[in-house]
């Protein structure tokens, strides 16, 4: 099993701290849910704070994600809305 990325641990930029696919613990989802606006649907969390990306020379947002699977909570980077395919920024 993996190692669990904890709330308690981290400092800094979210993306300094978490690789796509790394677990993190439910503290950090929890910290997510009552600080940040966020969209939870389909096993899946995205906090609403966009980062401007351009793909084919068209303006696009993406969202620091996180999905739900059979291990717990992972980060899937930063994902296109509702999507869970990390886009490189």
């Given at each position: 099993?993996?190692?669990?990325?904890?709330?308690?641990?981290?400092?800094?930029?979210?993306?300094?701290?978490?690789?796509?696919?790394?677990?993190v613990?439910?503290?950090?989802?929890?910290?997510?849910?009552?600080?940040?606006p966020?969209?939870?649907?389909?096993?899946?969390?995205q906090?609403?704070?966009?980062?401007?990306?351009?793909?084919?020379r068209?303006?696009?947002?993406?969202?620091?994600?996180?999905?739900?699977?059979?291990?717990?909570?992972?980060?899937?980077?930063?994902?296109?809305?509702?999507?869970?395919?990390?886009?490189e920024?």
């Amino acid at each position: 099993m993996k190692k669990v990325k904890t709330y308690q641990a981290w400092e800094g930029d979210i993306n300094d701290y978490l690789q796509v696919g790394d677990l993190v613990d439910f503290q950090m989802i929890a910290y997510f849910l009552r600080s940040l606006p966020v969209v939870c649907e389909n096993d899946i969390i995205q906090i609403m704070q966009p980062i401007k990306v351009y793909i084919d020379r068209k303006r696009e947002y993406v969202y620091p994600t996180f999905m739900q699977t059979e291990e717990g909570w992972a980060y899937a980077g930063n994902c296109l809305k509702g999507e869970t395919k990390n886009i490189e920024i």
